[in-house]
């Protein structure tokens, strides 16, 4: 397996339902978030990679919920690549609060050129796959 890079996000008031338990569509912005430090921690962000012409929509996403995150919880995200392939990326991901596994999940990538064609990876990413960063 990859090495994970970890990312910490402390839930606010605005993350949670009436029932004080985290509306579920948050943890996709959070795994963004997570995302977005990773490609920094690799050198590199998104908008240098837009900039290059490199475009990564989300062609698929799983999300497994293994248990609740509430108000004020300092949360640890893990993020890695789980699999390179030539013009797709899946990244991997876990929330854990202190040792308790709250979310497992994982994003499946194209990799687009500015007109919308699938691309080569850039080097950057196929070299953290390959490196196992």
């Known amino acids: 397996m990859n090495a994970r890079f970890r990312h ?5 008031y605005a993350d949670c339902t009436v029932g004080n338990h985290v509306y579920y ?8 978030a997570a995302r977005g430090a990773f490609f920094q921690h690799l050198g590199t962000s998104f908008a240098a990679l837009e900039a290059e012409g490199f475009h990564f929509p989300v062609r698929r996403c799983l999300l497994e919920y293994r ?15 789980a ?14 609060h202190g040792e308790r596994l ?12 500015a007109a919308g064609r699938p ?7 196929a070299a953290a796959w390959e490196s196992g960063s």
């Open 25 to 32: 569509a948050r943890y996709l912005e959070w795994l963004e």
């Open 119 to 125: 691309a080569r990876l850039p080097e950057v990413l």
């Open 8 to 12: 910490h996000h402390r839930v606010t």
């Open 83 to 96: 699999r390179a392939e030539r013009v797709k990326l899946t990244f991997g991901y876990r929330i854990l």
């Open 67 to 81: 248990s609740e995150a509430r108000y004020d919880e300092e949360l640890a995200i893990e993020v890695w690549i």
């Open 102 to 113: 709250v979310l497992e999940g994982e994003t499946l990538h194209g990799c687009l050129d």
